[in-house]
Structures are given as structure tokens and as C-alpha cells.
């Protein structure tokens, strides 16, 4: 069974002939349409008003108002401009039709009506008319959605170079549609002249490789206003595939390029000073590394931090360290602008990429085009004098320093991570020279990084894992031999890295903290050790410990001692703390609390090393110091030089003087013994009678020396 149109077409019937009537509802409704019928043409609009039918048909010859009117009456109805209206003439009047096409009419028919004919034209028409309603709504909806994406399209044919335009595009453009014919000529005016020969490049490309393409490019509109657009261009086609013209869409991106640009000065640029950030150097630099790579050139990169920053940022607070490093991005922008060795590259906002900030207060500038790579070292001098000059900021004079590490590609690195990184552990080379240097990196530097590195790791684990070791060196009367006390000194017992000596590591554990968790493991180790000799009685001797500064500062330092000293019960005089002489000079009035509290605990003090630092006098007067151990150097020399012989001597006076006990470090020979006992001096160690040695050999040194001189 055939379903029943559930949508039969409209058709509206106006004649003042009764008898047409009977026919057209007949052939009509036979066809497929729904007929309504009217006699007259007022009826026939009030109808139509209603109905919208989806064609009529209209006799000319009708009383009151004719066919023509009636027609042009529909036309003027808001729902009557696209129905397709049919007039009915007995003739084939050319004035006629003329008149019926002027007000309106869609097509015309001669009475008699050929039925079969005419209804395969209204079907046909009706059939049209849904179609060009249906692309009517469309272009709305195209042109809305167009308006509403700021997209506007436009169309060019070769042959009749004709170039159409939608009406966003005169929109965009600032343009009014009745008083511009657009051409390829004019568009052109149109395009920022930058950018001219970039789209026309674009264009010759699409119309040679007929494929589509995308170009973005800026436009100059009417007002003078800069805006981004981006083109869609697609080439036409004619059905043998050879080139007829283009189409192009058109959209206007300003908008989104400038939310674009914000987003990325956000991610690229340091918001204190405006320079390029490390995200934005690293990329810069990547490029740069191509660029050289290719041209078989060499650059170099200077690593910069600032002397001093913090101590600044401390005390005056964040603002002034703003401005000062804002004042020092200044300098060095200003600096490199005028020199000749600056990079020449440029960044996507065609800005000059040779300074960044890579955060805190380090920046990083890169030097291209060095005719040799020592010229570095120029530019390095030149930035030194940029920033040490003082800096005013409000009523302030400050001074800022700076020191420099020094990388060249492709010399220490070919990828900028590894160029970065030399540079930084170059710069922290300089930092250790002192303040105001420039250092170039070398490969000794990156080993001994490394080598660093992974000695940290393994030392955050050594007191956990039962690694570290405590050797005794016998310290000895100078005048009996006999053994009176030791030096207790640190061993790592590294299961990856051997048996370290305290040089290897000590230095180390200072930087990173890790000193504090050994000099306590330390003194406990003593302490458990020295309560092990107190019950089998071989307590008559002191221990001596080194200190460093880092834990000796700690505020738990002395209740950790208090504590240690507890637990195992030991008797505090056997232990004698080494300090030097610069800890003990550093902070004197703090000092002087500190020892006295050690004092007061039984503890006794020795100033290690002397002789190879400054102290002054009257401060060794005050302090309740024990001991003064004369530096190795002073021994060593002692057999070769009258010097050293005056210095020691110098030293034991002082200490007679300051009514101190004297111990020489380092002797090794029967010589040095031998002058050591015809001085004051009170006590010897070193080689001579042994090296420092675990707890075992060391007991074993004791029994046999004390045992011996018993015997004598
Ligand atoms: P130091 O306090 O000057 O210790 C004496 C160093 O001289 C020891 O080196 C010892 O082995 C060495 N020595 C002793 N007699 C002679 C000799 O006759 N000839 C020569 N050439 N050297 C001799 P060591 O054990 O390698 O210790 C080096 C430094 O490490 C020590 O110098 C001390 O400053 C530090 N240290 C050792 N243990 C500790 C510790 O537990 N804590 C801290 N903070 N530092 C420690
Ligand atoms: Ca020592
Ligand atoms: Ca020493």
C-alpha cells in the first residue's frame, strides 16, 4: 500500500469563470495538489494571506481588481515575495506578459489550458521554489553564522577577473557595499604592505599546485585599524580540472591574536623585568645551536649571578630587589644593544633575544657572531663594569657585583641543556674565586660535578646504613713518649666508592647539611667507645674531636652533647673539641658564650690548624681555650727552614704566654721529634709514631707503648 502524501502542495485558484473551476479542481487534485479556489482578488489575497499557498494561478480578466494587481498585491505580502504566481491570458499579448513579468508574475499560460502540460510546469515550479526557499534560509543562516564567526567569503573568476565579496567582508573592511566594486586590485590595498608579497607568494602556489591552502596575514582596514585575518583560499575547478578562479574564506582572528600574544608574554617573558624567560631562552637557544650548527659557527652563552642579591633583597625587602634587578636588565639590554657582539637572531615578535632572566637573580645573555670565542671574556669585563657602577634607587646608592661562568659551542656542549648547565657550574667556579669573577668552563668541572653529585646520594644513606668509621691517631708526651690521648678521625666506608678519607667528603657534607647528622654520629661514637674504655680501665687519655663550623652553630649542639654525654655515662674531661681559627674568629662575642658553656660542661678546647689563619691576640686571651695545635705546614718545613723553625718557636712562646698546652700535628721524622722535644712543646702526633688507625690496632699501639715505657 502506497502511504498518502501526508503534504500535498497548496494551490490557489483565482478566476471569475466558474466553469475553469470545475477543471482546475479536477486535473489539479488528481495531480497531487490540495486546490483552493476564489473568485475574485481581494478574496484571493485574504486567502493567500492565510494559506501561504505553494502556487497560484490567476486569470487576468477579472472584475474589481484584475490579475495584475492582484498579483502585484501578493508580491507585496511579506510570505508572497517567492511563491511562484501564474497568470492566465486568452491571448499571447506581448504587452501583456510584459505587464504580468513587471508585477511579479513567475511564468504565464495561454487559454485553452493544456491540463497535462501545465501540470508538469507547477510540479516543476513548486518543486523549484521549495529548493530556492530552502538555499534562501540557508544564505541567512550562513550569513548569521558568518557574522557571527567574523568570517566573510569572497570569489574570484580568471576569466572575467570578477571577484565577488560577502557582505562581511565589506564589514571587515570598514567598507560600504553600494560604494565599492571590489577587484584583485584593490583588495590588494587592502593588505598590511609587509605582508603583500607573503600572500601573493600564497596565491601563485594555490593557482600552480591547485590545492587548497591557509594563510594568516594582517589587513589595514578603511579606519586605519590593524587587524589579523586568517584565509581559507581553495581553487576552482572547471570539469576537465584546469584552473578557473578561487574561492576564499576570510576570518577575522585579531581577537584571538592578541589573547595569543598576552598568553604567550605570559609563558615567555619575565613579568619583573620583561626579558625573555628560561622556557623562551632554552627555545631560543635550541634554535640557536641549529643555526650555528649549520654555519659551522661558534657562540657562547655567559651564565650571570649577582653578588650579594640576597643579602639586599633581605634587608631592604622584595620591592627594592625588584627594581634593582629590573635596573640590572636595563644595564645589560642597554650594555648589549650598543655592542657589537649581541645576537643577531630574532624572536617571533622580531625582538632581540641576548638577555633573559632565568629566575632569582641570574640572567643569561648570549654572544653570536664572536669572532673568537675569547671575546667572551671582553664582554665579560664590559658587563662587570655595567653593574658594579652604583646603583640609585629613591634615596639609596646601592652596589651590586656579579660573577660569570662562560660555556662556547660547540666546545662544552652541543645541546642547550648541557650548554646551560656548564655554564651555571662555571659561574659557581667563578663564585668560589670570590666575588666580581668570570670563569670559562672546563671539563674537569662537569666530572668533578658529577662525581658530586653522586656521592650525595650515596651519603644521605651513610649513617642509615652503618657506613661511616672513626680511625684514632695517637697523640703522645712529647718528653715521656707515652701515650696521652687521640685524635678521633671520620672514615666513609662507601660500598660504591671505596674507603673515603674526610677531604673527599667533608667539604661536601658542609654544603648539603649532611655534616650535622656525621659530627653527631661522631661524638656518639666516641662516647660509645670511650665508655667501653672506661670499664676495662684504659681511660687515662683524651679524645679529641673536630667540629665544624655549620654544626658547631646549630642551636641543639650542646643539649645534643649534653645528652651523648648521658647516655653513656662518660666522664666529659676525656674530650677535647679541635676548632680552627677562623670558626672561633667569625662571630666572637657568640663564640665566647658557646665555649664557655662547654667549658662549664668539663669539655676541653683546642684550637686546630693554627698558625695558617688570622686570630687576633687579644681575643685567644679571653676565650677558655685548652690547646693550640700547630699546623702540619710549620713541621713539615722544620728540618728545611730557619723560617719555620722561628714560627714554631713563635707559636710555643704565644702559647706559654697564653698558659696553653701545645701539640704538634705532622711529625714524621726522628728530626722533627728531636727539635719538637728540645722545645716547650707538650705533645706530638703524627706519622712518626703512627697513622690514624682503627680501634683495634690503635688499643694494640696503646698497650705496646705504655707497656714499653713501663718497662724502661
Ligand atoms: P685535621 O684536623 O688537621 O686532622 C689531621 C689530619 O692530618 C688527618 O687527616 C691526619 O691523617 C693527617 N695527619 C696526621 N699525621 C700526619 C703526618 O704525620 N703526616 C701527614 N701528611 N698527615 C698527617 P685526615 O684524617 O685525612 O683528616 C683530614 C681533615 O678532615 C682533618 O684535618 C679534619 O679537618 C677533617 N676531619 C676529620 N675528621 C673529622 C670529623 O669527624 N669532623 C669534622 N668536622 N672534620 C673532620
Ligand atoms: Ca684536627
Ligand atoms: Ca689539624
Redesign the pocket.
Same mark, same amino acid.
Given at each position: 500500500m502506497n502511504c498518502p502524501d501526508l503534504y500535498l502542495p497548496i494551490a490557489l485558484f483565482i478566476d471569475d469563470d466558474h466553469t475553469l473551476h470545475l477543471w482546475v479542481n479536477r486535473y489539479l487534485s488528481n495531480a497531487g495538489f490540495r486546490v483552493i479556489s476564489c473568485f475574485d482578488g481581494e478574496q484571493g489575497i485574504e486567502i493567500f494571506k492565510e494559506m501561504s499557498p505553494d502556487i497560484v494561478l490567476i486569470d487576468i480578466q477579472m472584475p474589481i481588481l484584475d490579475g495584475f494587481e492582484t498579483c502585484r498585491a501578493l508580491r507585496n505580502l511579506p510570505n508572497g515575495k517567492n511563491t511562484p504566481v501564474i497568470m492566465m491570458t486568452v491571448t499571447e499579448d506581448p504587452e501583456g506578459i510584459a505587464h504580468a513579468y513587471a508585477c511579479g508574475a513567475t511564468d504565464f499560460v495561454v487559454k485553452p489550458v493544456n491540463w497535462e502540460i501545465l501540470i508538469h510546469r507547477l510540479h516543476y515550479m513548486v518543486k523549484a521554489s521549495h529548493n530556492l526557499r530552502r538555499l534562501a534560509q540557508n544564505e541567512l543562516r550562513l550569513s548569521k553564522a558568518q557574522k557571527m564567526a567574523q568570517l566573510g567569503d569572497w570569489e574570484w573568476h580568471a576569466i572575467r577577473n570578477s571577484l565577488h565579496w560577502s557582505n562581511e567582508i565589506y564589514a571587515l573592511l570598514g567598507l560600504d557595499i553600494d560604494d565599492f566594486t571590489p577587484n584583485t586590485r584593490n583588495f590588494r590595498d587592502f593588505i598590511h604592505i609587509a605582508d603583500v608579497p607573503y600572500v601573493l607568494r600564497h596565491l601563485r602556489t594555490i593557482i600552480k599546485t591547485k590545492k587548497a591552502a591557509t594563510v594568516e596575514f594582517r589587513i589595514i582596514t578603511s579606519t586605519h585599524q590593524e587587524r589579523f585575518v586568517v584565509q581559507q583560499i581553495e581553487p576552482l575547478l572547471n570539469h576537465k580540472g584546469s584552473f578557473i578562479g578561487l574561492v576564499g574564506i576570510i576570518q577575522d582572528i585579531t581577537e584571538r591574536k592578541e589573547q595569543e600574544n598576552k598568553i604567550r608574554h605570559l609563558a615567555y617573558y619575565d613579568y619583573i623585568t620583561q626579558l625573555p624567560n628560561r622556557v623562551f631562552f632554552l627555545q631560543f637557544l635550541t634554535k640557536t645551536i641549529e643555526l650555528a650548527k649549520r654555519n659551522k659557527r661558534h657562540f657562547a652563552i655567559l651564565f650571570l649571578d649577582l653578588d650579594g642579591f640576597k643579602g639586599i633583597n633581605d634587608t631592604y625587602g622584595h620591592q627594592v630587589g625588584d627594581m634593582l634587578l629590573k635596573e640590572v636588565s636595563t644595564r645589560l639590554t642597554d650594555g648589549l644593544r650598543c655592542s657589537d657582539l649581541a645576537s643577531r637572531f630574532f624572536d617571533y615578535f622580531d625582538h632581540k633575544v641576548d638577555v633573559a632572566r632565568l629566575g632569582g637573580d641570574e640572567f643569561i645573555i648570549l654572544l653570536n657572531e664572536l669572532a673568537q670565542p675569547e671575546d667572551a671574556a671582553t664582554v665579560a669585563e664590559r658587563i662587570k663594569r655595567w653593574i658594579t657602577k652604583p646603583i640609585s634607587l629613591g634615596d639609596r646608592q646601592m652596589h651590586i657585583g656579579v660573577s660569570m661562568g662562560i660555556t662556547v659551542y660547540p666546545h662544552d656542549g652541543d645541546d642547550s641543556g648541557t650548554l646551560l648547565k656548564n655554564a651555571d657550574m662555571a659561574m659557581y667556579h667563578a663564585k668560589k674565586l670570590g666575588k666580581g669573577h668570570y670563569q670559562f668552563f672546563h671539563k674537569g668541572m662537569a666530572l668533578r660535578a658529577e662525581k658530586r653529585l653522586e656521592m650525595e646520594t650515596y651519603m644521605n644513606l651513610a649513617v642509615a646504613k652503618n657506613e661511616l668509621r672513626l680511625h684514632y @691517631?695517637p697523640v703522645v708526651d712529647a718528653r715521656s713518649g707515652r701515650m696521652i690521648g687521640a #685524635?678521633? &678521625? &671520620?672514615r666513609w666506608q662507601c660500598p660504591q666508592l671505596g674507603f673515603l !678519607? !674526610? =677531604?673527599d667528603f667533608?667539604s661536601l657534607a658542609e654544603e648539603n647539611g649532611m655534616?650535622n647528622q656525621? *659530627?653527631a654520629w661522631?661524638i656518639r661514637e666516641v662516647c660509645r667507645q670511650y665508655s667501653i674504655w672506661q670499664q676495662q680501665e684504659f681511660d687515662d687519655l683524651t679524645i679529641s674531636? =673536630? &667540629?665544624?663550623s655549620l654544626?658547631f652553630n646549630q642551636p641543639s649542639f650542646i643539649p645534643m652533647i649534653e645528652s651523648t654525654l648521658q647516655e653513656y655515662q662518660v666522664d666529659p674531661a676525656f674530650l677535647t673539641f #679541635?676548632l680552627t681559627e677562623s670558626m672561633i674568629m667569625a662571630d666572637t662575642d657568640k663564640m665566647l658564650v658557646k665555649l664557655n658553656e662547654l667549658k662549664k660542661l668539663g669539655i676541653k678546647l683546642s684550637v %686546630? %690548624?693554627f698558625g695558617t689563619g688570622y686570630s687576633s691576640l687579644s681575643y685567644l686571651n679571653r676565650f677558655p681555650l685548652d690547646y693550640l695545635k700547630i699546623d702540619?705546614s710549620f713541621v713539615k718545613e722544620l728540618s728545611k727552614s730557619q723560617d719555620a723553625a722561628a714560627i714554631v718557636n713563635a707559636i710555643l712562646a704565644l702559647a706559654k704566654a697564653l698558659n696553653l698546652k701545645t701539640i704538634a #700535628? *705532622?711529625? #714524621?721524622t726522628d728530626q722533627q721529634k728531636q727539635f719538637l722535644q728540645n722545645t716547650t712543646c707538650d705533645a706530638i @702526633? *703524627? +706519622? +712518626?709514631y703512627s697513622? !690514624?688507625v682503627p680501634v683495634e690496632e690503635f688499643q694494640h699501639f696503646w698497650t705496646l707503648t705504655n707497656k714499653a715505657i713501663l718497662q724502661t
Open positions: @691517631q #685524635e678521633a &678521625l &671520620l !678519607p !674526610p =677531604n667533608i655534616i656525621f *659530627g661522631v674531636v =673536630n &667540629l665544624s654544626q #679541635e %686546630d %690548624d702540619r #700535628e *705532622g711529625v #714524621e @702526633q *703524627g +706519622y +712518626y697513622k !690514624p
